[in-house]
T-cell receptor
Framework: EADIYQTPRYLVIGTGKKITLECSQT?????MYWYQQDPGMELHLIHY???????EKGDLSSESTVSRIRTEHFPLTLESARPSHTSQYLC?????????????FGPGTRLTVL | AQSVTQLDSHVSVSEGTPVLLRCNYS??????LFWYVQHPNKGLQLLLK??????LVKGINGFEAEFKKSETSFHLTKPSAHMSDAAEYFC??????????FGKGTRLSVIA
């Protein structure tokens, strides 16, 4: 079982602010992911990383950026938050035991932009 | 390309009755299949996964799923629903080194 930590759990900020959502995992997983999820809706992959210094954009276009300088850390940054960014952001990491990627999720960050 | 279709957006059952959440998948290759559960204001928790071993997969909390290649289905079942099972359930398909593809979710309500 993976340990995935996300901070903050809840964040309310004003329009135009720069924010960084933190995600850390302690299992040494190479692969990490960020999803965006509106309440009661499906998950949308916005960024992923298959290792240090490797990042890719996901299926859903996002104004956020990510970095992967250390294996255990995968922060997501919004340079200028807008009300349309209000959502829940879920971080995950995966192992590839047996050749199958199994993702483990953090508790999520619920972001509200006023 | 891979995809999953969860056939019901909402399922409602009485406590103590069986649960059936339906999922069909599409994949050009032998897929890996997962079910995740999400309780309100929480992250996703892995219920079970299929990786081409036994076709009947047992998961946590009494859930199980059967992989049926001929029907391209991976339905989730539980013999007796409990109030704590009320949550959102996601069927997921994956293969190799590509990101997982999530279904749109099925909301399970359990009536006392």
């Amino acid at each position: 079982e993976a340990d995935i930590y996300q901070t903050p759990r809840y964040l309310v900020i004003g329009t135009g602010k720069k924010i960084t959502l933190e995600c850390s995992q302690t299992m040494g997983h190479d692969k990490m992911y960020w999803y965006q999820q509106d309440p009661g809706m499906e998950l949308h992959l916005i960024h992923y990383s298959y290792g240090v210094n490797s990042t890719e954009k996901g299926d859903l276009s996002s104004e956020s950026t990510v970095s992967r300088i250390r294996t255990e850390h995968f922060p997501l940054t919004l340079e200028s938050a807008r009300p349309s960014h209000t959502s829940q952001y879920l971080c995950a990491s995966s192992d590839s035991l047996g050749g199958v990627d199994t993702q483990y999720f953090g508790p999520g960050t619920r972001l509200t932009v006023l | 390309a891979q995809s999953v279709t969860q056939l019901d957006s909402h399922v409602s059952v009485s406590e103590g009755t069986p649960v059936l959440l339906r999922c069909n998948y599409s994949s050009s290759y032998s897929p890996s299949l997962f079910w995740y559960v999400q309780h309100p204001n929480k992250g996703l928790q892995l219920l079970l996964k299929y990786t081409s071993a036994a076709t009947l997969v047992k998961g946590i909390n009494g859930f199980e799923a059967e992989f049926k290649k001929s029907e391209t289905s991976f339905h989730l079942t539980k013999p007796s629903a409990h109030m704590s099972d009320a949550a959102e359930y996601f069927c997921v398909v994956g293969r190799g080194n590509t990101p997982l593809v999530f279904g749109k979710g099925t909301r399970l309500s359990v009536i006392a």
